[in-house]
């Protein structure tokens, strides 16, 4: 529940410093980088095990925490299956 409640609170810097999140561009699992495309520019997700996709666990659950605290109706399986590659919106 910890890290849930880290994405949550990333989302909510995230959305005070770069505005609305548009897009999570999923570019690499190993290692892990995640680009988020916001109103007011593109930031990378802290990657190691805060946030990570492609399989079942605390990385995942975390990501899936953080794109639903930013408005992305997403379900959790979608971020466990998920490639790089992937891009997903709202």
């Known amino acids: 529940m910890a890290y849930e409640a880290e994405g949550r ?7 005070n410093q770069y505005g609305k999140l548009r897009e999570v561009r ?3 699992k190993s290692p892990c980088r995640i680009v988020l ?13 805060i946030f990570q996709f ?14 639903q605290a930013s408005g992305f109706n997403v379900a959790k ?10 891009i997903l919106r709202p």
């Open 37 to 49: 495309k916001c109103d007011r520019g593109e930031v990378v997700l802290p990657g190691n095990f």
């Open 9 to 15: 609170q990333i989302a909510a810097d995230v959305a």
């Open 77 to 86: 399986a979608r971020v466990e299956q998920a490639k790089p590659g992937d």
């Open 54 to 67: 492609g399989y079942s666990g605390s990385g995942p659950d975390c990501l899936h925490a953080f794109l």
């Open 26 to 28: 999923l570019e690499s």
